[in-house]
């Protein structure tokens, strides 16, 4: 690891607040699209179509 000397602070919790927004939107993403998944197939079941 490079030193970041007195700068190493705001560089980590940089480092660190992007690393939780980028796992909060893979998150949100994954759990939307298995709330779409579950209204299509919802739909589907209701139209009479096999999933």
């Given at each position: 690891?490079?030193?970041?000397?007195?700068?190493?602070l705001?560089?980590?919790?940089?480092?660190?607040?992007?690393?939780?927004?980028?796992?909060?939107?893979?998150?949100?993403?994954?759990?939307?699209?298995?709330?779409?998944?579950?209204?299509?197939?919802?739909?589907?079941?209701?139209?009479?179509?096999?999933?």
């Open positions: 690891m490079p030193d970041l000397g007195t700068y190493a705001p560089v980590l919790s940089s480092y660190a607040v992007s690393l939780g927004l980028l796992v909060a939107l893979i998150v949100a993403s994954v759990w939307k699209a298995r709330r779409v998944r579950a209204r299509l197939e919802g739909v589907e079941n209701r139209r009479g179509r096999s999933a």
